[in-house]
């Protein structure tokens, strides 16, 4: 008898995670059920969606799952994620109300993109390619270009704020500059720190001695605008930082003001809110580069974290290997 799985999923969504491909996977090893926007059914309808189901695949916006749904998981046994955070509709009370319940994501999966893009606006602001597209069009004596404007990476000191899979990746493609890394992270052992050549610092040695500093560190409320005033105003002329994690995790004021000096750059893929009000001075400021949440997978990688999420599942009702397992340690300092 094949397992029974739900897929809730929004219509706007469906057609590029869920192709023949995958459906007809699906449906040779599970029972499937594809729950087409279920954000618009009642509350209780929403919550007998998850009776008598063996497998849930969850998908981006997937409605909370509260403890009256919780409830009705009475034969659950795994949940597989397609995405990577899982605090929109995951509370850390399911690890006491369904312990034996398995949870996993793709983050494997999407942090690889994310770690290139955050190679890619680094390195376009160290080289201020911005600005030379710009200072091109108006200057035909291409020798008198400021040569302070043009930075290489090879040999600078980087920053890394946060030690998830997103910063292990951007760990793999930056050492090829022989980097100097320094990690702040509570869960980076010493041990761990000389294993894998890193330098376990703290907040304000990275932000005053770091050429780059990334972002990586989890959404969670007590990591809400850690980058305060007094960091960003550590932060040495010609520096570049890059947040692709969440906005949250910058008092955005505080950068904005910091910002105006013209003393660093700034690369920036998420704000709080998201997306920043029509007007909002990181729109127009020339020493940043704002993106609209473009640094995670581009749309033909998106069928890769849906595979992601199959193979689990397949995985786990045949007794193989499950990546990506969230236990509670981890869930409490991921997204």
């Known amino acids: 008898m094949r397992p029974k799985l739900l897929l809730p999923v929004r219509?706007?969504?469906?057609?590029?995670?869920?192709?023949?491909?995958?459906?007809?996977?699906?449906?040779?090893?599970?029972?499937?059920?594809?729950?087409?926007?279920?954000?618009e059914l009642s509350k209780n309808e929403y919550v007998e969606l998850y009776r008598g189901r063996d497998a849930v695949l969850t998908?981006?916006?997937?409605?909370?799952?509260d403890r009256e749904v919780i409830g009705a998981m009475d034969r659950l046994k795994i949940i597989s994620h397609c995405g990577g955070e899982v605090r929109p509709f995951l509370g850390p009370d399911i690890f006491e109300l369904k312990p034996d319940l398995l949870i996993?994501?793709?983050?494997?999966?999407?942090?690889?993109?994310?770690a290139e893009h955050t190679l890619t606006v680094t390195l376009c602001l160290l080289r201020s390619l911005l600005h030379f597209k710009e200072w091109v069009r108006f200057n035909e004596n291409w020798w008198e270009y400021d040569p302070h404007k043009n930075v290489s990476l090879l040999q600078k000191k980087v920053g890394i704020v946060g030690l998830g899979q997103i910063a292990w990746e951007f760990i793999k493609l930056v050492r090829p500059f022989d980097v100097e890394l320094l990690v702040y992270s509570s869960h980076l052992t010493e041990e761990e720190a000389r294993k894998e050549?890193?330098?376990?610092?703290?907040?304000?040695?990275?932000?005053?001695?770091?050429?780059?500093?990334?972002?990586?560190?989890?959404?969670?409320?007590?990591?809400r605008h850690m980058i305060n005033r007094h960091l960003l105003r550590m932060i040495k002329p010609g520096a570049v930082l890059v947040n692709n994690a969440r906005g949250m995790l910058i008092d955005e004021q505080a950068l904005v003001?910091?910002?105006?000096?013209g003393r660093f750059s700034a690369a920036i893929d998420v704000t709080d809110p998201e997306p920043p009000a029509a007007g909002h001075p990181l729109r127009d400021m020339p020493n940043?580069?704002?993106?609209?949440?473009?640094?995670?997978?581009v749309p033909h990688q998106r069928h890769w974290m849906m595979e992601e999420a199959v193979c689990n599942l397949k995985a786990f009702f045949s007794g193989g290997k499950v990546r990506g397992i969230i236990d509670k340690k981890r869930f409490s300092y991921m997204a």
């Open 59 to 65: 998908t981006w916006n997937t409605p909370f799952l």
């Open 104 to 114: 996993c994501n793709a983050s494997n999966v999407m942090a690889k993109p994310v």
């Open 288 to 297: 940043v580069l704002l993106t609209p949440h473009t640094g995670g997978p």
């Open 11 to 39: 219509s706007i969504f469906k057609d590029w995670l869920l192709p023949e491909n995958i459906v007809r996977e699906l449906e040779e090893s599970f029972e499937l059920e594809v729950a087409v926007d279920p954000a």
């Open 197 to 223: 050549k890193l330098v376990k610092a703290g907040l304000e040695e990275i932000f005053s001695t770091c050429d780059v500093i990334t972002l990586s560190a989890a959404a969670v409320k007590t990591n």
């Open 257 to 261: 003001e910091e910002l105006r000096t």
